[in-house]
Structures are given as C-alpha cells and as structure tokens.
C-alpha cells in the first residue's frame, strides 16, 4: 500500500543552516496496518508522514501510494492524490475557527463541485458515528478539545481515504480522551483503512491493534517491529 | 459539477469574509471613499463639461471684440456693412450684453440686452422672452429667482440699479427653470432699449458683434480677414471657448488634480497594505486548505472572490455616493472649493452625464490592483509545501 524507497529529505540544502530530516529511509506499509512511527523529537516523524501524505517531496528515494509513484508528481496531482486517498489529523487540529463544526468538516471537498447539501448530509452522518451529532451547529472554537479532535477526525474522513494519517494525536488530550481516540482508530482500521500515527505516546504504540512500529532516530530508521 | 465548485468556494469566501467582518468592513469603507471621491470628481468635471459644451453649441461661430490697451471696449454697429462683405460670412448682430454686480447677493449676473438676436438656447424658457423694444420685462434664470425674487415665480417684479443710480423694475416675463444649466442659471434677459438705458450706452455701439459663418471650414479665414480689415478688433471662435472650458473643467484643472491624487494615494496606502500584509492567520488558513485537499489554483480562486467582492461592494457603493453628491446634492462637499459658483448657486443641480469611458478606466486602475493585490501575496503563500502547517 505505502512504501519509501531509500528516501532522503534536506531542508535549506546548500545553506549554512541545512538539516537532513529524513536519511536513507525505506518501509513498507500494508493495507490494514496500523503503523506506529515512534522517536524522539528532532527524530524525523513528522517530515515522513507528510513525504507519504503527499504534502512535501523527497529530495532523492521514491514514495509509493498505491503503486504509484508520488514522488515526482506535479502539484495538482499530488493534490489529487492526498484529496483522494489522505486523511489527515493534525495535532494542532487546525480547523478554521469562525465557521462551524459541520462547515470544517465539508471543507476538503469544497473544491471537487459535489452540491453543498449532499456534502452537509454526509458530513452530518460521520459527526453522528463519531457522537457528535449535537454539536455540528457549534462554531468550532467553542468545542472541547476532544470534540476539536473528534471533528478533526470527521474532516479526515469525508473523502472515504484508505489512509489516515495522524501527526501526535493524543499530545493534546488526557488518557481518557486518548483511549477514546485509540478505539475510533481501531474501527477504522476494522473498516479496513490503513493508519499511521506519529507519536511517542506509549499510550499508543503499546496498543494491541499496532502492528507495525517504525523506530526513527536523527532521521534514519533504528528498528521495525512487526507485530501478530 | 465544474460550476458547483466555483459556487462552493464563493461560499466559503462569503463565509471567510464574515469571519474577519470588522477588517474587511474597514477595508471596504477606505476604499469606497476613495472611489467617491475619485468618481465625484469624474462626475463633476465631466457634466460640468458637457453643459459648457451644449450651451456652447448653440452660440455663435465667431464674435468680435473690440479691443483698446487690450481691454475689451463697446465696438461700433456700423463695423457690420464692412464684415458682411467679407466672403463666406451669412449675416452678422450686434450683442448687448454685460454684468451686473448685486451687492445684496453678492453676486455678478449675467445680462443680456436682446434685440434681432433671439437666444436659440431658450428650450427650458417657461414663459416667453422680451422683445427687443419690450420696456420694463425682464426673462431670468432661477437661479436669480431664487435669490432676488420673493416670489420667485413669472409675474412678480425685478429691482435693478442703473448706471445713473435711478432704479428700474421689471415685470418677470420669462424664467429658465432649468438650475442646471450654467449659463442660463444666472442670466437676466432684457430688452435691447432696456439694456441702452440701464448702462447707460452711447448711441451705435454695441457689446460686440456677431458672425455667421455658414460653411465650418471657412471660420478660420473669415476671422483672420476681420483681424486683417481691423487691426484693433479680436474675434473669438467659438471652438477656442469650448477649449477653453474644457481646460477649466477639465482633468487637468488644479482643484480636480489635487483631489484626484489625494485620493488615489490613499488607494495606494490600501492596496499596498494588502500586497505586503498576509496575517499569520491568513497564512496559516491557506496552508490548512491546502493541506485537507485544496489546489493552488483553488485557493486562489477564493482570493480571487475575495478581492472582487470587497472591490465591486466598495465600488458600487462608492458610485451611488457619488453619483448622489453631485447630481442630487449639488456635489455639496465640493462647494467651497468651486468658489465662483457658490454664491449664486447655492444649491445648483448638474444635469447627469456619465462618461462610460471614465468608469472603466476607474475599474481598470481600482478594481483590477486590488484584487491583484488580495491574489499575489496569497499566491506566494499557496504555492508552498502544504507540510509547513503541520508544524504551525
Ligand atoms: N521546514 C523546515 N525547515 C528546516 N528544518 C526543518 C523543517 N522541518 C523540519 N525541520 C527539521 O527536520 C528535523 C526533523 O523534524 P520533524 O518535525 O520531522 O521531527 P519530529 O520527529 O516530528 O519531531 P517532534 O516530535 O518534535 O514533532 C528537525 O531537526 C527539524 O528541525
Ligand atoms: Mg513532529
């Protein structure tokens, strides 16, 4: 489903201040896995979720999504495909505050031309599965920062993704809301969607339903653990 | 389908303007002032413009001054025989006419003695004109009406001072309603005997001298003849006045320039403040966008709505304001600048005229900077990686 082959990511190359986020880094992930990338700050974490996610491209290596090779695609392509097959939570949540839950929610399909009120329907049916069905009126900045969350994941979701990709989902969020967020990820994962988490929560890469953990260190990749 | 796209991020651009209500009411109002202004000015000068040369239409191809130590001096009547043989001229009158000071209003009219000349310019005459031996009748403009007369209505009576301090009355025969036109507002019409005694004029001399000149082309060489046959004579084109006028109420007139550049600097300041000025918000909010599955082109489609929104709101808005100053409120802001006028018409109206050609090039150097200047900023901030707002 994913995999990095031999990806390397500079920033600034060639300045004084340049840094190389991610060195020689190769994994495959499976459709279904939920993947764990675990290390410590600095590691690398967040610059590979977003070369998978489509967001930024590799300096040298091949990202491949769904056997194709995304690494060297014009922007609107790769705009496609993260519309298409990416679901995003950030761990800021980064909604737009001012508009409403339901509002964030339908923001990523704004642009494909679907009729607002197909858009809304379906916007509401995820808010519901995801018990927020009560507060899809609300403006956004008003919510808790689990509803935040939970409306963060309703706006991954409404472009049915294969893969969700969350960057330090629980740094926010008390064990309480953390475990509530760890069992949405399972039945996603049931559902058949693929997952992968940067994190260094044990709370998280102790979980039963991790199957893959990917270690990072200084940009590189210290270890694999696969589980069941 | 391509059509509900562009209708979704409208919608989302009229929410995201909501959002930011007080900026952007801000911005809106800057700017629709700046087009009030800038249009008023448009508006002013270009009807003032066009009444100068309406009326002027109708005035005579060439008139002959008499001039002495280069001052404007009553010319003989019996010059006409001479010009008339000159070819190409049709028929010539002599004119009676001059100012009046009115020391109550403070104000010069305009006079006018009328004898075989009959003023073609009388289509907004309610009532009728003196004849040219009529006594003691008088056609005035309304805007003498209003501020002479008590009754200010045909039938009532005119009070003028003559040159030998006796005064004369007039019975209100006629009055030009319309307190549009320029010329006719502050013209008093009297009879060509009147005229004589009111000034006081010596026998067989006249204000200046008219010439009919039939064919266009031949205006140039009958008024050099007339300054060959009489060296201290000066004719007046009609074309020479209307450019003059235009200079007066033209683009290039003090009072508009000043204005015009006044306003236009203030655009400037805005749309400069807006080309250089992406909050950390707005920044942070394309990089979302982009981030959850918006293009580049998407995003700046949004800006795209956005600058129009706020720049056509202003605009039009601005237009109306504008076109209310001057054409229903006398362009009363603009009144103590327009000196000349101010006291006699206090509250004169202009006829609408709008240069369609004027406006566009008002969208073209409004309209199209600013929503460049909402679009290239955003551009520079759309076509970056998305990823940078994962760290945010
Ligand atoms: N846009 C950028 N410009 C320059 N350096 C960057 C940029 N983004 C990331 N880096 C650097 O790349 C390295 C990896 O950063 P990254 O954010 O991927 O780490 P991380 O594992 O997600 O860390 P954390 O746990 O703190 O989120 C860091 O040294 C970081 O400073
Ligand atoms: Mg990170």
């Known amino acids: ?228 | 389908m391509a059509l509900e796209k562009h209708r979704n991020i409208l919608d989302y651009t009229l929410q995201a303007l909501l959002r930011r209500k007080f900026k952007n009411i801000g911005i809106i109002l800057v700017f629709t002032f700046v087009i009030f202004m800038l249009s008023s000015i448009l508006f002013l000068s270009y009807s003032l413009r066009q009444e100068a040369h309406l009326i002027l239409q109708d005035s005579p191809e060439i008139v002959v001054q008499k001039m002495r130590a280069g001052r404007h001096e009553l010319i003989p009547i019996n010059l006409e025989k001479d010009i008339r043989k000159i070819p190409g001229v049709s028929s010539t009158e002599p004119r009676y006419w001059g100012y009046y000071y009115d020391s109550g209003a403070k104000a010069n009219y305009t006079i006018l003695g009328i004898g075989t000349a009959i003023l073609k310019n009388n289509r907004l005459l309610n009532g009728r004109m003196p004849l040219p031996h009529e006594k003691n009748v008088a056609a005035i403009g309304r805007g003498i009406a209003d501020v002479r007369i008590i009754k200010k209505d045909i039938g009532s009576t005119l009070y003028l001072q003559a040159a030998d301090g006796r005064w004369m009355n007039f019975n209100i025969i006629g009055i030009f309603e319309s307190d549009s036109e320029i010329i006719t507002s502050d013209l008093i019409i009297i009879s060509e005997d009147d005229f004589k005694i009111l000034n006081n004029m010596p026998e067989g001399m006249a204000t200046d001298l008219i010439v009919h000149v039939s064919n266009e082309t031949e205006i140039p060489t009958v008024a050099k003849k007339v300054k060959e046959q009489f060296p201290d004579s000066r004719p007046i084109l009609r074309d020479e006045i209307i450019r003059t006028y235009d200079a007066v109420f033209g683009w290039r007139s003090g009072l508009i320039i000043t204005l015009f550049t006044g306003a236009l600097i203030a655009f400037i300041i805005l749309a400069w403040d807006k080309a250089t000025g992406l909050s950390a918000e707005e920044k942070q909010e394309i990089g979302i966008l982009k981030a959850i599955g918006w293009e580049t082109s998407d995003v700046l489609e949004m800006k795209f709505w956005e600058g129009l929104v706020i720049s056509l709101t202003s605009f039009i808005s601005g237009l109306i304001l504008a076109y209310v100053h001057i054409f229903f409120l006398g362009a009363s802001l603009f009144a103590p600048a327009l000196k000349g006028w101010s006291v006699i018409y206090p509250d004169f109206k202009l006829t609408p005229f709008i240069d369609f050609y004027q406006i566009a090039t008002l969208t073209a150097i409004t309209i199209v900077p600013y929503i460049a200047s909402t679009i290239i900023p955003s551009w520079k901030a759309s076509i970056t990686d998305p990823d940078t707002v994962m760290r945010g």
């Open chain 1, 1 to 228: 489903m994913i995999r990095t082959e031999n990806v390397t990511k500079y920033f600034n190359r060639g300045n004084p201040d340049e840094v190389i986020a991610i060195n020689d880094v190769s994994i495959e992930i499976k459709k279904g896995d939920f993947t764990v990338l675990k290390g410590p700050s600095g590691s690398g974490k967040t610059t590979l979720l977003s070369l998978i996610g489509c967001m930024s491209r590799p300096t040298s290596g091949k990202v491949i999504v769904e056997n194709r090779d995304v690494s060297r695609l014009p922007e609107r392509f790769m705009t496609e495909v993260r519309r298409n097959t990416f679901g995003f939570i950030f761990q800021q949540f980064h909604l737009i505050k001012g508009i409403t839950v339901s509002d964030n929610v339908m923001l990523p399909l704004y642009p494909t031309g679907i009729k607002p009120s197909k858009l809304r329907k379906r916007a509401e049916e995820i808010l519901i599965n995801l018990g927020m069905g009560s507060r899809k009126d609300f403006p956004v900045q008003k919510l808790s920062g689990g509803e935040q969350q939970r409306t963060a994941i309703a706006r991954a979701l409404i472009n049915n993704p294969d893969i969700i990709l969350a960057d330090e989902p629980t740094a926010h969020l008390d064990t309480h809301l953390s475990e509530e967020f760890l069992s949405i990820m399972r039945n996603l994962q049931q559902e058949g969607k693929t997952i992968v988490v940067a994190t260094h929560d044990p709370l998280v890469y102790e979980k039963d339903c991790v199957n893959l953990i990917v270690e990072m260190r200084d940009g590189m990749v210290k270890d694999i653990i696969k589980k069941n």
